[in-house]
């Protein structure tokens, strides 16, 4: 951390950082694609659209707009947020965009399906303001945090070769003659799959919006959890102030993986068009 800081000047580092392969700038040495903020560019009006509301009230109300590439990349372009706001007073300036831009799902987060004291759920509510369906999220905590640092990683998986060694003919050959042509075809085909670089990382932010940096400083700020289990650490994100963005993207995150043929079929129709 205090190398990233003082000899990169990237003194958002930190010891007990979550997300340490989050890059908000690029850092000498490291690959072109080691970097999650980008120039913002017009989305084309097919790329299937995802919107996250993690509700507050006195908290902070947090909701991001996700747009997913037929390359199964999640670009977030737009992040509302409000403090202290009713329902009825946020929700038309949500309800514009989605009139506008028609997204696919529309999830909000878990705790939204309590009712408050009052006879309908958050959830309930928030549905009747936008006059649209809206999803409960995905519950599963450390399954969110897992999905973003896959998301974030611009590290090459190492080679298969580097794990099962290099193609032996001779290798081969003993199990065509020893072994079951099923056997022998299965060795084969570990050799046989293109060596192709991954497309990564698979998640961006847009740089167009002081509201996006929020979601961005958000990410940078997790660390972890220091309560226990069964006398174990619990691998998750230790709550903070601030933290409603990075719940909003965990829930952009499970929708988004849905959605990610919609938008490769997408572009094949296009193409054959």
């Not at 490291?30 to 913002?40: G, I, L, R, S, T």
């Not at 949500?94 to 009139?99: A, N, P, S």
């Not at 999905?147 to 090459?156: A, N, T």
Request: net charge negative; hydrophobic share 35%.
């Amino acid at each position: 951390a205090v190398k990233q800081a003082k000899l990169y000047g990237s003194w958002d580092a930190y010891l007990g950082q979550v997300f340490e392969e989050f890059r908000d700038k690029h850092i000498p040495g490291e690959p072109d694609n080691a970097c999650h903020v980008v120039k913002p560019f017009n989305i084309p009006t097919w790329w299937p659209k995802i919107v996250s509301i993690d509700w507050g009230f006195k908290a902070k109300c947090s909701i991001g707009w996700g747009a997913i590439s037929p390359t199964k990349k999640l670009y977030i372009y737009r992040h509302q947020y409000w403090t202290g706001k009713k329902i009825e007073e946020w929700a038309p300036e949500v309800k514009f965009w989605i009139e506008k831009e028609k997204p696919a799902e529309i999830v909000i987060c878990h705790s939204a399906e309590q009712h408050r004291g009052d006879p309908h759920t958050i959830h309930e509510q928030v549905s009747e303001a936008l006059e649209t369906g809206v999803s409960l999220g995905v519950k599963n905590r450390l399954a969110g945090k897992t999905l973003l640092h896959e998301y974030l990683r611009w590290e090459q998986r190492p080679r298969l070769e580097t794990v099962i060694g290099e193609f032996d003919p001779e290798v081969a050959a003993w199990i065509y003659r020893n072994k079951t042509k099923i056997e022998y075809d299965l060795y084969c085909s570990m050799y046989n799959k293109p060596d192709e670089s991954e497309d990564i990382p698979r998640i961006f932010f847009f740089d167009n919006d002081p509201a996006i940096e929020l979601i961005c400083n958000s990410i940078k700020s997790c660390s972890y959890a220091k309560t226990q289990k069964d006398g174990k650490a619990i691998e998750d994100v230790a709550e903070f102030d601030g933290d409603d963005e990075y719940d909003m993207v965990r829930g952009l995150l499970h929708a988004a993986d849905s959605f990610f043929d919609m938008a490769t079929d997408s572009s094949i129709k296009l193409e054959q068009a």
